[in-house]
């Protein structure tokens, strides 16, 4: 009898073992095989994943960088007094527009008195030298000239012709030296055409030979805008389709340019080139100095992209899971590129006919 209890007590306790035993791998919602995750039949799991048909699509990328307005320096000037001297006169008034030669405003000043009497005294010893070249060269044609006094005559002249051409230099940027009028005030003139973006002039206000500019100049119907791209993405700029240029305060108007010239020089502390694109400005919307938007755009072509949740990381690798039977998904990693639209561009690691997790994959973050 005790023989018969203990086999029937050993029965029970077995076939509980066996059923906790089945029970326990009904609940394993899945099985790993190296980088294989297989869902069980029944597992909950099946029901919260989305897939998704890895396919190409024509993409145009874009890449997008801050840019600086900028004048363009051959058609921007800062205008000074070349002398010290006091202002006797303004011809101009700000956002008036000038032509090369326009008239600015007009100096007295003692500096330059004295450099239109040296370059007078110069004029005047230079045709002297002249004269005296000439006469010493007619004697020595009739025989009764000396050849030593010819030549000096001849380096004399050379001497005198000099420093006429170094006392005019100055003030042949300002006004024509034969026709220049002894002790007439000098008067600054515009070197470009443009308009007065700033006017600085006080009538009788003394200026010293270091004074800054009076009037700016500048022709705004063209500027450039300088933007920054990092050095990784400079290949980008290669096959360029357009460039358009967005102003935060007109969102609606739509501003297109081209590149002027690419900087040879990395900047150090940023890693980036600078970029110079110009752009019409007949409207002048763009102001020197003012921030805006940059966006380049390249050649259409075809690409990969993918849902951004069905991206998942492992230690510093990016991995997506594709499916390779019913409920059966294998790690495959891959190279990415862009974000954009919650969605991120596959470089390199699938192909399209694929299909992968698109949502839900976190539920297998913990597979081994």
Same mark, same amino acid.
């Given at each position: 009898?005790?023989?018969? +209890?203990?086999?029937?007590?050993?029965?029970?306790?077995?076939?509980?073992?066996?059923?906790?035993?089945?029970?326990?791998?009904?609940?394993?919602?899945?099985?790993?095989?190296?980088?294989?995750?297989?869902?069980?039949?029944?597992?909950?799991?099946?029901?919260?994943?989305?897939?998704?048909?890895?396919?190409?699509? $024509?993409?145009?990328?874009?890449?997008?960088?801050?840019?600086?307005? *900028?004048?363009?320096?051959?058609? #921007?000037?800062?205008?000074?007094?070349?002398?010290?001297?006091?202002?006797?006169?303004?011809?101009?008034?700000?956002?008036?527009?000038?032509?090369?030669?326009?008239?600015?405003?007009?100096?007295?000043?003692?500096? #330059?008195?004295?450099?239109?009497?040296? #370059?007078?005294?110069?004029?005047? $010893?230079?045709?002297?030298?002249?004269?005296?070249?000439?006469?010493?060269? &007619?004697?020595?044609?009739?025989? %009764?000239?000396?050849?030593?006094?010819?030549?000096?005559?001849?380096?004399?002249?050379?001497?005198?012709?000099?420093?006429?051409?170094?006392?005019?230099?100055?003030?042949?940027?300002?006004?024509?030296?034969?026709?220049?009028?002894?002790?007439?005030?000098?008067?600054?003139?515009?070197?470009?055409?443009?308009?007065? %973006?700033?006017?600085?002039?006080?009538?009788?206000?003394?200026?010293?030979?270091?004074?800054?500019?009076?009037?700016?100049?500048?022709?705004?119907?063209?500027?450039?805008?300088?933007?920054?791209?990092?050095?990784? &993405?400079?290949?980008?700029?290669?096959?360029?389709?357009?460039?358009?240029?967005? %102003?935060?305060?007109?969102? &609606?108007?739509?501003?297109?340019?081209?590149?002027?010239?690419?900087?040879?020089?990395?900047?150090?502390?940023?890693?980036?080139?600078?970029?110079?694109?110009?752009?019409?400005?007949?409207?002048?919307?763009?102001?020197?100095?003012?921030?805006?938007?940059?966006?380049?755009?390249?050649?259409?072509?075809?690409?990969?992209?993918?849902?951004?949740?069905?991206?998942?990381?492992?230690?510093? *690798?990016?991995?997506?899971?594709?499916?390779?039977?019913?409920?059966? #998904? %294998?790690?495959?990693?891959?190279?990415?590129?862009?974000?954009?639209?919650?969605?991120?561009?596959?470089?390199?690691?699938? *192909?399209?006919?694929?299909?992968?997790?698109?949502?839900?994959?976190?539920? +297998?973050?913990?597979?081994?």
């Amino acid at each position: 009898m005790p023989i018969l +209890l203990w086999l029937s007590t050993a029965s029970i306790i077995l076939y509980s073992c066996n059923g906790k035993k089945e029970h326990s791998e009904n609940t394993v919602p899945y099985l790993t095989k190296g980088d294989t995750i297989i869902l069980q039949k029944n597992s909950p799991i099946i029901s919260k994943l989305a897939v998704y048909n890895v396919k190409e699509e $024509e993409y145009s990328p874009n890449l997008m960088t801050v840019g600086t307005v *900028k004048a363009i320096p051959n058609t #921007y000037a800062e205008i000074a007094s070349p002398f010290a001297g006091r202002i006797l006169k303004s011809y101009v008034k700000l956002g008036q527009k000038v032509a090369p030669g326009s008239p600015l405003f007009s100096v007295s000043s003692k500096d #330059y008195f004295a450099a239109q009497k040296d #370059y007078r005294d110069a004029q005047q $010893e230079y045709r002297q030298s002249e004269l005296n070249m000439k006469r010493q060269q &007619d004697l020595l044609q009739h025989g %009764v000239g000396i050849q030593r006094e010819t030549e000096e005559a001849a380096t004399e002249f050379q001497i005198k012709k000099t420093a006429l051409a170094n006392a005019s230099a100055a003030l042949k940027i300002y006004k024509n030296g034969d026709k220049m009028s002894m002790n007439t005030p000098l008067v600054v003139v515009s070197p470009i055409k443009g308009e007065v %973006v700033t006017n600085d002039i006080v009538m009788g206000q003394y200026l010293k030979e270091d004074a800054l500019p009076m009037v700016v100049i500048a022709e705004l119907s063209k500027v450039w805008i300088a933007g920054q791209v990092k050095e990784n &993405d400079l290949h980008f700029l290669q096959n360029l389709t357009g460039v358009e240029v967005n %102003v935060s305060a007109f969102p &609606d108007r739509k501003i297109t340019g081209k590149i002027y010239h690419v900087n040879e020089i990395v900047n150090e502390a940023t890693r980036s080139v600078e970029v110079l694109v110009e752009c019409e400005n007949n409207d002048r919307l763009l102001k020197p100095g003012m921030f805006v938007n940059v966006k380049f755009s390249n050649t259409s072509e075809k690409k990969i992209f993918v849902p951004a949740k069905a991206v998942l990381q492992f230690n510093d *690798k990016n991995y997506v899971l594709v499916q390779t039977s019913k409920n059966e #998904y %294998v790690k495959k990693y891959v190279q990415t590129g862009v974000t954009e639209n919650n969605r991120i561009q596959i470089l390199s690691g699938l *192909k399209p006919g694929e299909t992968i997790i698109s949502d839900g994959a976190f539920y +297998l973050l913990d597979a081994k």
